[in-house]
């Protein structure tokens, strides 16, 4: 079974996962699909509570991005996951069903 056909339909088709950083934490999401996704891929039924409207609304999944101009606040369920992204702070929703501790804001 290839990556793509598990899980067929919740994520979009996809080769390969890719490594990004969140919180100083390495997660392995993939490619191909947003970082909502990603994370419902690396930490299987983290984001069951229902918190989360997939469509850009209630801005449930903000994360803050390091980038080369000093960093963006982001909708992770509008954002691509690209190899070598660094999250450097979630949602208070987000921190919770992803089990990171006030450490790892
Ligand atoms: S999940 Fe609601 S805005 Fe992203």
Redesign the pocket.
């Known amino acids: 079974m290839t990556h793509s056909e598990w899980n067929e339909g919740l994520f979009n088709p996809f080769d390969k996962l890719i490594e990004i950083t969140v919180c100083g934490v390495r997660f392995s999401v993939p490619e191909n699909n947003n970082l ?1 996704r990603g994370f419902q891929y690396a930490r299987a039924g983290a984001l069951l509570r229902g918190n ?10 903000l994360v803050w991005t390091d980038d080369d101009d000093g960093g963006s606040r982001r ?4 954002t691509e996951a690209t190899p070598g992204m660094v999250i450097s702070a979630l949602s208070d929703d987000l921190r919770a069903d992803l089990r990171l501790s006030e450490s790892n804001r």
């Open positions: 909502l989360y409207c997939w469509n850009g609304d209630c801005v449930n999944c909708l992770a369920c509008r």
